[in-house]
């Protein structure tokens, strides 16, 4: 096994070259932040990531047990400050910015991803309860996740209700003042844990009439228990999967579970996609972190590896044959790219001056970044040859964890989907213009360039004017992220 090094340099490197000027973001103290952490991380969490893969999870007595090592690491984790990284002073978090949290992000899922699965999912719902939770919501449920006494969930998928929110049968009845909550979910990452002392479970149930649709949804607060008596949720099931191991899917059942109803009756899904945005740039981030882990192993190992000769006879490295270069070559620019993409959206979001263009990168980044983290994975299997196929240096495991990416936070077909419809529909075309602008802004003087972007403009106003997109969708994705990604490595190129 290779030791993780976290990419600090790489990191701040581009978002220093890719985020941009963002006001209250000092980049050194940012980069002093994440240093610390990368510290953890290789100390701490990064030895655990390939025991952990094989021990598991269990689920015990209606409980889950998180294999060795991980309850004492998330301990350090919280008393450290790392949950309320960006929660803010007044609920005892630390305020920092979210250029610096996905930093922190991308250096936690290089190292141990399925314990970044179970942790991360609290910035999202801090955020969610921030826009849309009452003060006294916020009062009781906000600390308690800053601090990491508690962790979070997002419930949403049951079993004949994937990425169709619209047929979500899990319903919330009142119950005086609060709700009770009848129903399975399934597929709920962290949904029981013996890390934390509880979960803030937030669950998508339908109030109104199936005819209803997405518009009878509405989302609850429902935690594991209530002034030290265990709420009506029961865990029937951790799933078997491919990848992270360490991770606990679960199966819920919630059987009269006392719940309360945050933001407003009916309008679940607005709410919800406070934590959804927020967890799609995460998992775009993990694809960042899949592919630089990838390229790291299989650099190294190419280097030390002799394999053949030279043409003039000489014994030869792995790393000096032409194929093999151009294998890591592409592994490198994914993980450079896929980067660049995150921190120009995350530096959009942070400035909050452009939302047409956040939203549209957030599915593009969720689509590009993802598919290269795999790709990546999958090119350093090859470059190992079969040790790569062997569990022994950790890309076998990268390639398993990393396979999830691309569907979960809405499957990558969605996303190109959501592209070619509401996001060239965006405020009336705004996006499509500031897409285009960001591209002659990376690549002022690329005259192929600006030519392939008018072509692009053209084609996203010909989709916007469409009834039905699904046929061009994913052409029009990979077009518009092969564009992005050309004015990035021009920009690349400048130094």
Request: hydrophobic share 45%; proline share 4%; charged share 20%.
């Amino acid at each position: 096994m290779i030791p993780f090094q976290a990419p600090l340099d790489d990191i701040f490197h581009s978002l220093r070259t890719f985020a941009g000027e963002v006001p209250g973001w000092d980049p050194e103290l940012s980069q002093e932040v994440a240093g610390h952490f990368a510290a953890f991380a290789e100390g701490v969490l990064a030895p655990l990531n390939g025991p952990g893969d094989r021990e598991g999870c269990r689920l015990e007595n209606g409980r889950v047990r998180m294999p060795e090592g991980f309850g004492a690491a998330y301990a350090e984790l919280a008393e450290s400050g790392w949950q309320g990284l960006t929660a803010p002073e007044a609920f005892g978090g630390q305020e920092l910015d979210h250029l610096t949290a996905a930093a922190v992000s991308e250096i936690f899922s290089g190292a141990n991803h399925s314990l970044q699965m179970v942790t991360n999912l609290v910035p999202g719902a801090v955020s969610t309860l921030l826009v849309h939770g009452t003060p006294a919501q916020q009062e009781a449920y906000i600390p308690k996740l800053a601090s990491g006494a508690w962790l979070s969930t997002m419930c949403l998928t049951e079993a004949g209700a994937g990425s169709d929110l619209s047929r979500i049968r899990c319903r919330a009845v009142r119950d005086g003042e609060s709700w009770r909550i009848e129903g399975q979910k399934i597929f709920i990452s962290g949904g029981d844990q013996d890390l934390s002392e509880g979960i803030l479970h937030l669950v998508l149930a339908r109030t109104g009439a199936p005819e209803d649709g997405v518009k009878g949804l509405s989302l609850f607060l429902c935690p594991s228990e209530r002034d030290g008596v265990r709420n009506a949720i029961t865990v029937t099931r951790i799933e078997e999967k491919l990848g992270l191991h360490a991770s606990p899917t679960c199966q819920m059942e919630f059987d009269g579970a006392s719940a309360e109803l945050v933001g407003a009756e009916g309008r679940g899904l607005a709410a919800m996609f406070t934590m959804m945005n927020h967890a799609r740039l995460d998992v775009s981030l993990q694809g960042v972190a899949h592919a630089a882990r990838a390229h790291a192993i299989a650099a190294a190992y190419a280097a030390e590896r002799r394999q053949g000769r030279q043409p003039d006879g000489s014994d030869a490295m792995l790393a000096d044959h032409p194929d093999v270069q151009r294998m890591l070559a592409e592994q490198q620019d994914a993980a450079r790219v896929a980067r660049a993409m995150c921190h120009i959206a995350l530096g959009e979001l942070e400035r909050g001056d452009a939302p047409a263009l956040v939203e549209f990168l957030t599915p593009l980044c969720k689509i590009w970044c993802t598919e290269a983290g795999l790709r990546a994975a999958d090119l350093g299997i090859q470059i190992l040859g079969g040790y790569g196929y062997l569990e022994e240096y950790g890309v076998a495991q990268i390639w398993r964890d990393a396979r999830i990416t691309t569907i979960y936070e809405g499957a990558n077909g969605i996303h190109c989907q959501t592209l070619a419809s509401r996001g060239v529909r965006f405020a009336e075309g705004a996006a499509i213009e500031a897409f285009a602008a960001l591209i002659a802004r990376l690549a002022p003087e690329d005259m192929a360039l600006a030519e392939r972007s008018a072509a692009w403009q053209a084609r996203a106003r010909e989709l916007a004017g469409l009834a039905d997109v699904r046929v061009l969708a994913h052409d029009f994705a990979v077009a518009t992220g092969a564009l992005l990604a050309d004015a990035i490595r021009v920009r690349l190129a400048r130094g």
